[in-house]
């Protein structure tokens, strides 16, 4: 189809834009659970050895995703 050099709009047709998720705020929430968590793994490891390992592993599991988030960000 020609283009109407006439015509005042732009009739290009818009290239696909991938799907992107809402990284900001994934990542303020994953912060957020970060620090919270190494606050609670800071208490709690004094008091109770076994809750402080727990919430240890919720810290260790936030710190890769904000890590993954990471690395695909920069791709």
Do not use: C
């Not at 290239?15 to 968590?37: A, K, M, N, Y």
């Amino acid at each position: 189809m020609a283009a109407d050099p006439y015509r005042l709009t732009d009739q290009t047709p818009e290239p696909d834009r991938p799907e992107t998720s809402p990284t900001g705020r994934t990542r303020l929430i994953l912060w957020v659970v970060l620090v919270v968590s190494a606050g609670l793994n800071a208490a709690l490891s004094t008091v109770n050895v076994w809750a402080g390992s727990a919430v240890g592993l919720i810290v260790l599991a936030t710190a890769v995703a904000l890590v993954v988030d990471y690395r695909r960000g920069k791709r």
